[in-house]
């Protein structure tokens, strides 16, 4: 029996191939490839380049691998791109996130780990944010994944489809073997090395007013190592016949941009030449 792994060639998901993989479990990766690389993944990993949203092939899968479970990290999942284009992220994260799930419970399939995320909550009223807050987007991204974590509850109540819904905050580093790779990139960690390789000239900065000691925006940053291994032990309480839940994978501190780039001065010797942009960008 097998877990059916989407988005297994993206950033995150293919590092939580490697941790399945290295534990001994049986794995099946769907991707589309829009944003993921084929060579994220070793080739010995049974791979089906092809759409969440296709059911045929879906059916095909689960017949030919006995799906014992899914991880779903396949997704549109950038902020601003959502509130230019929010039908995209709806037909995609929403309309073919349904025929996914749908699918798999036609098949059988009674567990899920769903990659959700912090922008879920919208505007934090307390920091650390407890997953007990208020759930109210800010974009069609945070909106696309909220919808899915209330589809995975009533299926729960209807349907015994037990899950655990993870909300990241923000990813970060790479193994030996994988890392983050988005083109364009979005991501501040990445630009802030490509700055210091001298592929870019200077780090964007968007906003230097924000009420926090330097003015730059904090964010919390995860481990990707240490997401990949959440996921496998969501599984496994799921496997042990554990409730669904719904749980925040952050550290509970954040750092600011200007941190960030600090240490990356520090562990780089470069200089990381900045450029303050006056519109603040929402990044995820
Ligand atoms: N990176 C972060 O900091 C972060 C934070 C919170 C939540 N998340 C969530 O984690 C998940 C993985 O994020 P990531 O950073 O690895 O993103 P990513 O873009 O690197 O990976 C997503 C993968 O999904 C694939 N995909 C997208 N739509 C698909 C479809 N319809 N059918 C098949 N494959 C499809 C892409 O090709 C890509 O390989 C996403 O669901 C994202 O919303 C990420």
Redo the contacts with the bound molecule.
């Keep these: 029996m097998a877990i059916l792994v989407?988005?297994g060639?993206?950033?995150?998901?293919s590092v939580a191939v490697e941790c399945l993989r290295s534990r001994g479990e049986q794995v099946v990766v769907?991707?589309?490839?829009?944003?993921?690389h084929r060579a994220a993944l070793n080739s010995d990993v049974p791979f089906y380049r092809g759409?969440?949203?296709d059911r045929a092939l879906l059916a095909r899968i689960a017949h030919e691998y006995e799906l014992e479970s899914c991880i779903h990290?396949?997704?549109?999942?950038y902020v601003e791109e959502s509130v230019a284009e929010p039908v995209k992220y709806f037909e995609?994260n929403v309309e073919?996130g349904i025929a996914l799930i749908n699918e798999l419970l036609q098949a059988g399939v009674r567990r899920m780990v769903f990659?959700s995320?912090c922008a879920t909550y919208g505007e934090p009223e307390q920091i650390p944010i407890p997953e007990q807050s208020p759930q109210w987007p800010k974009n069609p991204y945070g909106w696309s994944?909220l919808f899915l974590e209330r589809l995975l509850d009533s299926y729960d109540v209807a349907y015994g489809l037990k899950f655990v819904a993870l909300r990241?905050f923000?990813?970060a580093g790479a193994t030996e073997k994988c890392g983050e790779h988005?083109d364009p990139e979005s991501h501040l960690i990445p630009n802030v090395i490509s700055t210091a390789l001298g592929k870019q000239p200077t780090i964007p900065i968007f906003g230097d007013t924000y009420l926090t000691l330097d003015g730059t925006a904090i964010r919390d940053y995860v481990h990707v190592a240490d997401l990949a291994e959440a996921h496998v032990r969501a599984l496994e309480y799921l496997r042990q016949g554990g409730e669904s839940d719904f749980l925040n994978l952050g550290t509970g501190r954040g750092f600011s941009v200007l941190e960030v780039i600090e240490c990356a001065r520090q562990v780089t010797g470069r200089q990381i030449p900045i450029r303050i942009e006056s519109t603040a960008r929402r990044v995820?």
């Design positions: 989407t988005g060639t993206g950033y995150i998901g769907l991707d589309d490839l829009a944003r993921g759409d969440v949203g990290f396949a997704a549109l999942a995609n073919k990659s995320t994944k990241y923000n990813a988005h995820r």
